[in-house]
Nanobody, 122 residues
Framework: VQLQASGGGLVQAGGSLRLSCVASGLSFSPYAMGWFRQAPGKEREFVAAFSRSGGSTYYADSVKGRFSISRDNAKNMVYLQMNSLLPADTAVYYC????????????????WGQGTLVTVSS
């Protein structure tokens, strides 16, 4: 199983970025998909999740209203649209797959991508 995240970069505060994650080696649609992030010197934290069916989404309070998670099961892709970015959003962003739960708990996720760096300048 491989998850490959991309789309990170340097953006000014108030700007937007769209992260993408492609999954291979697994049957994608039965998995809930999540995005997490880890800022320098901090623990990895939940950002957003998309359920395996039914189209339910779940966001951390810190990104609610600014970020949007979506998925395309036909392409084995999950996306994170990030708008109104803040310097506090600077982190390495990771996508993850969870085969049994729709959750914000890092330890529930089974597979992880390598991360993509997002840097927001003030």
């Amino acid at each position: 199983v491989q998850l490959q995240a991309s789309g990170g970069g340097l953006v000014q505060a108030g700007g937007s970025l769209r992260l993408s994650c492609v999954a291979s080696g697994l049957s994608f649609s039965p998995y809930a998909m999540g995005w997490f992030r880890q800022a320098p010197g901090k623990e990895r934290e939940f950002v957003a999740a998309f359920s395996r069916s039914g189209g339910s989404t779940y966001y951390a309070d810190s990104v609610k209203g600014r970020f949007s998670i979506s998925r395309d099961n036909a392409k084995n892709m999950v996306y994170l649209q990030m708008n109104s970015l803040l310097p506090a959003d600077t982190a390495v962003y990771y996508c993850a797959a969870d085969r049994s739960k729709f959750t914000n708990k890092l330890t529930d996720y089974d597979y992880w991508g390598q991360g993509t760096l997002v840097t927001v300048s003030s």
